[in-house]
Structure formats: C-alpha cells, structure tokens
C-alpha cells in the first residue's frame, strides 16, 4: 500500500503519508479510509503528507474524488495543510494546486506547505 492513514489524538489531526506512485484505484481507496477515519474521530484536520509521492493520478481522478469529499459530512470545519515533496515533479505541484483551488472555491480551508513542521503549526492553529 502506498499510504498510511492514521488518527494523532494529541493533535486531533488524520494524517495521510503518500509514498511513491499513486494510481487512481490507491487514490480512492486512500480517500474512503480518510473519510472514514474523520467520522470515527469525529475530526476534519487533515495533513496530507505528499513528501514521498511520486505521482501516478490525474486532475480528473482527483476531480472525482474531490465530488465525493465535498458532499461528506464532516463533523466539524474542514482544514487540510498538504506537503509537497522536495523538488516536487510539476504533475505533482499542479494536481495539489487543482485539489487545493477546488477545495477552496467550494469553501474549504486548504493550503499548501513546503515543509511538514508549517503545515503541523497551521493546522494546530485551526
């Protein structure tokens, strides 16, 4: 599996580790299991740690995905902080910025980080 999902009660925050390719199935999957942690922890902080992700998805997979999200009910304000992966490939920069400009025009809290330590201080800062 090319990611972990996993609650860190200290901080209330799901945390989803990527590493390597991700295909659209390894997307989708990982989505349902993030879904799924957020309503058992009753939490909608989100990091999204991309620092060893490779690539493997499209805009249109993550379109798909996105829909899905969109229409979950989260059970409290949403707030996602995303690690780009250093020297991050450009399919990689753009398909975090499509998420992350999608997300937001639809009224979600999402920023992008460059290192992990900023995007742990933001989201405990929500």
């Known amino acids: ?12 925050i799901i945390e989803s580790m990527y590493t390597g390719m991700i295909n659209p199935a390894d ?3 990982s989505i349902n ?3 799924a942690a957020s309503a058992k922890h009753a939490c909608a902080r989100f990091l999204v740690d991309g620092t060893s992700m490779q690539g493997g998805h499209t805009p249109m997979d993550l379109h798909t995905n996105m829909e899905r999200a969109i229409k979950f009910p989260f059970p409290e304000t949403f707030h996602e902080a995303m690690v780009l992966p250093p020297k991050a490939p450009l399919e990689i920069v753009k398909n975090m910025e499509f998420w992350a400009a999608g997300m937001r ?3 979600f809290d999402v920023q992008i980080f460059i290192e992990r330590a900023s995007a742990l201080s933001w989201l405990r800062g929500c």
Do not use: A, K, V
Not at 2 to 10: G, H, L, M, Q, V
């Open 33 to 35: 299991e993030t879904l």
């Open 1 to 12: 599996m090319p990611w972990n999902i996993r609650f860190c009660p200290d901080d209330r």
């Open 27 to 29: 997307l989708e999957q």
């Open 105 to 107: 025009l639809r009224g």
